[in-house]
Nanobody, 126 residues
Framework: VQLVESGGGLVQDGGSLRLSCAAS????????IAWFRQAPGKEREGTAC????????NYRDSVRGRFTISIDHAKNTVYLQINSLEPGDTAVYYC????????????????????WGQGTQVTVSS
């Protein structure tokens, strides 16, 4: 079982990025998914999550309206579209998958998530 993130990089204030998270060894069909981030010297925090059917989504207040989470089941890949990037978005971004909530809901807390990727760095320059 593996989650591999990609799409991070250096971008200017106000720019956009699309992060990808590809799964192998399992499918997202029964898993809720989430994107977390960890900035230097700070704790990891949840930014966006979605149930496996995408019927339920949730966003951290500070990213709501700028971040969009989506799942492409055919590609077994999860995306995080980030618009209007701010220096405060600089962090390592991780995707995670959880079977507990599955199709019902999702959480922005770390506890339910059993599978984690290694992270991709996003750096926003001012």
């Amino acid at each position: 079982v593996q989650l591999v993130e990609s799409g991070g990089g250096l971008v200017q204030d106000g720019g956009s990025l699309r992060l990808s998270c590809a799964a192998s060894g399992f499918t997202f069909d029964d898993y809720a998914i989430a994107w977390f981030r960890q900035a230097p010297g700070k704790e990891r925090e949840g930014t966006a999550c979605a149930s496996s059917t995408s019927d339920f989504t949730n966003y951290r207040d500070s990213v709501r309206g700028r971040f969009t989470i989506s799942i492409d089941h055919a590609k077994n890949t999860v995306y995080l579209q980030i618009n209007s990037l701010e220096p405060g978005d600089t962090a390592v971004y991780y995707c995670a998958a959880d079977r507990l909530y599955g199709s019902k809901a999702c959480a922005l807390l770390e506890a339910p998530y059993e599978y984690w990727g290694q992270g991709t760095q996003v750096t926003v320059s001012s």
